[in-house]
């Protein structure tokens, strides 16, 4: 690819944690990513798992420029792994925002080795903007941080799965 962007050995993508949680070890950070069809919506744990923050909001461009962004920050914050929000459909099924996340978790494969765990989103974005007007945000202000807050849902649902998982 373009923009510095190189080909890489293609990492692992699942929807199983247990699977997910052997590639990446039992601590360091993580980046949840929301993706939009406009902006991918980033947020990121702690070294612990414990909790997750609101990131960035990355404006969606270019393909590499984007995920150069992406994994420019993977590397700056020394993360071990990807949580991808899955948009399954209410009844469990996959429509054709699923198939576009899958393909775009083949192309992150393509370009790093992290390890990508797809995490069920279902209303993720809808509990977020419920947040943000119970918080009596304005709407502009929620179309400034409703990626982020998504991100950081589907984040730290996978680390509470993640500590559930360990201490079971």
Do not use: C
């Not at 950070?29 to 923050?53: E, H, N, P, Q």
């Amino acid at each position: 690819m373009s923009d510095g962007l190189k080909i890489v050995a293609s990492g692992l993508t699942t929807e199983d944690t247990a699977a997910f949680r052997d590639a990446v070890g039992n601590t360091g950070r993580l980046i949840g990513i929301d993706a939009g069809t406009k902006t991918y919506g980033l947020a990121l744990s702690d070294v612990t798992r414990t909790i997750a923050s609101a990131l960035e909001t990355i404006e969606r461009r270019k393909f590499a420029a984007d995920m150069e962004r992406l994994l420019g920050l993977a590397a700056a914050h020394g993360v071990s792994g990807l949580v991808l929000g899955f948009p399954r459909n209410l009844d469990g099924t996959e429509g054709p925002r699923a198939q576009a996340t899958r393909a775009l978790a083949r192309n992150l494969n393509k370009l790093s080795a992290l390890p990508v765990l797809l995490w069920d989103e279902r209303l993720t974005t809808a509990i977020a903007e419920r947040m943000l007007i119970d918080a009596d945000q304005t709407r502009k202000r929620r179309a400034e941080v409703i990626d982020k807050l998504a991100a950081t849902l589907i984040l730290q649902s996978a680390l509470d799965r993640l500590r559930n998982q360990i201490s079971a």
